[in-house]
Nanobody, 127 residues
Framework: QVQLVESGGGLVQAGGSLRLSCAAS????????MGWFRQAPGKEREFVAA????????NYSDSVKGRFTISRDDGENKVFLQMNSLKPEDTAVYYC????????????????????WGQGTQVTVSS
């Protein structure tokens, strides 16, 4: 497993942008599918985006498609979430997650498939 640490959260006005980073420690980062999830107050944690091992395949929830972009830098052991056109309903704690995969074609969107999680970073979007 890898250890994950998120950063980049904060307070932003509606329409603004933020870039979240997730730094992974441990070996073989390139062997992991990486994902972002979020949990708003009083709600269950939900899938946001995921990226395959080589970055060739990405998957997004309908609520963020066209506004958020997930990317990875295997040389730096990092995954990023660029968030544009932010809305108040994007307010949540954002979590980075990892899952080892054999295939470069695998990408996951189910929370229970990921087995390494970060501590989360707060994103607050004001109206």
């Amino acid at each position: 497993q890898v250890q994950l640490v998120e950063s980049g959260g904060g307070l932003v006005q509606a329409g603004g942008s933020l870039r979240l980073s997730c730094a992974a420690s441990g070996r073989a980062f390139s062997m992991y599918v990486m994902g972002w999830f979020r949990q708003a107050p009083g709600k269950e944690r939900e899938f946001v985006a995921a990226i395959s091992r080589n970055g060739g395949i990405t998957n997004y929830s309908d609520s963020v498609k066209g506004r958020f972009t997930i990317s990875r830098d295997d040389g730096e052991n990092k995954v990023f979430l660029q968030m544009n056109s932010l809305k108040p309903e994007d307010t949540a704690v954002y979590y980075c997650a990892a899952k080892g995969a054999f295939s470069v074609y695998d990408v996951y969107d189910k929370e229970n498939l990921f087995n390494s999680w970060g501590q989360g970073t707060q994103v607050t979007v004001s109206s």
